[in-house]
């Protein structure tokens, strides 16, 4: 009986360490929850670096340099998509006379 309890007792004891080498690390600690990227890029304009921002807003620093590279490619986005509006516009514009 001595025995068997001894067993069950080393089987949890290796579950629980197995459990523990498992466990998420602070680069899960925001998995699922949304980031605010605007609050993030307003942070960034007052001047605050990276590490601080993560550390203020409770999210990892790879997520600032995410939203960072999100706007950047939103504001590319919109530069080319006004100015091939720009372009037809004003080809259509000698044409005319």
Known sequence: MTRKLGLVVAGF???ALIAAAVAPGSAWATAGKRVDCDKVMSELHAGKK????????SISTSSVYRCKRRAAAKAKGETSKTS???KPA????????
Do not use: R, V
């Open 13 to 15: 004891a290796i579950l």
């Open 50 to 57: 990276a590490k601080e921002i993560a550390k203020d807003l």
């Open 84 to 86: 091939t509006k720009a």
């Open 90 to 97: 004003a080809m259509a514009t000698p044409a005319a006379h």
